[in-house]
């Protein structure tokens, strides 16, 4: 999971979202169409709402397809073309000439092509004011937080920045070996070392309360990765751009729930239930939230559309700490100094 802080100014019922949402349903990839993208009933029910409430915190799903084209099959039909081409006119395709082939050999291959799907759940809570999506990849993580400020006017976001580093902070427990309060260290870690070697250490399934572990540390390698136990309820893995992966409901979350007990009102309210409490005490371990500037960014593009063209009543900009760009639809997304790495996609923790 990745977590957004959401500015305090933006205000909107559950129904302005789903008209928003409305604007862009998620449609097949059509025959010579390489991507497609939009949203769909988070409950899988067809021309259900885009947008679900349940106990007060919404639920929304944005789905991608794709056309899987292999760079050789493509290498191959622009070859085709080409050597038809020189056997016709005697002549080699020039630079232009073969860009223009492989696009040729791209729509012709496109209606072909197999398609593949991947689906990111988004959770909204308006109380503690966090945007949630289940993915560890920046780059989609980008891509929905773009399309949502776009969409829904005024949205305003940052990525959730903490006192200090997850790094530093996991470092510092598994030297002190001092985990924080609510949080138990489990067995398993990665460690990189800083140099140009890029050093890796993992650990899985094995005691992390060693001196080799220690020793690693002191040697200079940092921790970029970190299983950890919330309050006995939630497994997880904490990375140091902090994002949340390998989130696991253990058994005293379902104490006193029913066999039978599921569908989709049940598995959102129990993950929602748990992941509203075990984020603050999360933010709490890591020094506190640092300012995120998403208000005084998004107060500083508006002053920025209605200043004066004259030089010197323009506003400053904001921080290099908390960058900011204006959206379509008027929102701002800022962000931490530091942009969390790109990782592999996680199932949907709710």
Not at 80 to 104: C, H, M, V, W
Request: glycine content about 8%; some cysteine; charged content about 25%.
């Amino acid at each position: 999971m990745i977590v957004y802080r959401i500015a305090p100014q933006w205000q909107v019922e559950l129904t302005q979202v789903e008209e928003a949402l409305a604007k862009a349903p998620f449609m097949e990839c059509g025959a010579t169409q390489e991507k497609s993208l939009g949203w769909v009933p988070p409950r899988g029910d067809a021309h259900g709402p885009l947008a679900e409430s349940v106990g007060g915190q919404w639920i929304l799903r944005f789905m991608v397809e794709s056309k899987v084209l292999p760079g050789s099959v493509l290498a191959r039909r622009v070859k085709e073309k080409a050597e038809r081409i020189e056997q016709e006119t005697g002549r080699k395709p020039g630079k232009k000439e073969s860009k223009e082939l492989k696009d040729e050999a791209k729509l012709d291959l496109l209606p072909m092509a197999f398609t593949k799907q991947g689906s990111m759940w988004v959770w909204i809570d308006t109380t503690s004011r966090l945007l949630v999506l289940d993915t560890s990849s920046q780059g989609r993580a980008d891509e929905v937080v773009t399309l949502l400020v776009e969409a829904l006017p005024g949205l305003s976001v940052s990525l959730l920045n903490t006192q200090t580093s997850p790094q530093a902070a996991m470092a510092h427990w598994l030297k002190e070996q001092e985990p924080p309060v609510g949080f138990t260290v489990d067995r398993e870690c990665e460690l990189k070392s800083a140099n140009e070697e890029k050093a890796v250490v993992r650990y899985a399934r094995h005691p992390l309360d060693i001196e080799e572990v220690q020793a690693h540390i002191d040697a200079g390698k940092l921790p970029t990765k970190l299983a950890l136990t919330w309050d006995d309820r939630v497994s997880l893995m904490l990375t140091e751009g902090l994002q949340i992966k390998k989130v696991s409901f253990l058994d005293t979350v379902f104490e006193g729930t029913k066999a039978d007990d599921g569908g989709f009102d049940t598995d959102v309210a129990i993950a929602t239930g748990e992941l509203v409490k075990l984020i603050p005490d999360l933010i709490e371990a890591l020094g506190g939230e640092a300012e995120s500037g998403v208000a005084s960014a998004a107060e500083a593009v508006a002053m920025a559309g209605s200043a004066p063209a004259a030089p010197a009543a323009r506003p400053s900009a904001p921080s290099p700490s908390a960058p900011a760009r204006k959206t379509a639809g008027g929102g701002v997304v800022t962000g931490p100094k530091e942009v969390p790495v790109d990782t592999d996609p996680e199932s949907a923790p709710f």
